[in-house]
């Protein structure tokens, strides 16, 4: 996770901000269930993709179970990868 403390937009790793959105669930109750946004910042790769200088923005949703001492113990997240794989000029497939 060392590559999201980056603060350094000059070395390619690119700034991440995770913005937390609306808590879906009570915060202390298992599972925990909330709604964030990403913006990714002056990376020069997004999942192996070439940004060419642009700014990835998704949003996602993630569970976390927390242990009795509060630490996360699982998580499972779903973001929208469709909106940068677009941003970013990759074909997506239509389904429908």
């Known amino acids: 996770f060392v590559r999201?403390?980056?603060k350094d937009p000059e070395n390619g790793v690119g700034i991440h901000t995770f913005t937390l959105a609306e808590?879906?669930?009570e915060p202390g109750q298992n599972p925990?269930?909330?709604r964030w946004k990403w913006v990714l910042e002056h990376a020069?790769?997004?999942l192996g993709v070439p940004t060419?200088?642009?700014t990835i923005v998704t949003t996602g949703v993630s569970i976390d179970w927390f242990d009795d001492e509060g630490k996360v113990v699982r998580e499972?997240?779903?973001w929208d990868f469709v909106k940068p794989a677009?941003?970013?000029g990759l074909p997506v497939m239509?389904?429908?």
């Open 4 to 6: 999201y403390a980056n």
């Open 23 to 25: 808590f879906l669930s």
């Open 32 to 34: 925990v269930v909330y």
């Open 44 to 46: 020069a790769e997004f």
């Open 52 to 54: 060419n200088g642009k």
């Open 76 to 78: 499972v997240a779903y």
């Open 86 to 88: 677009l941003d970013l």
């Open 94 to 96: 239509n389904s429908h």
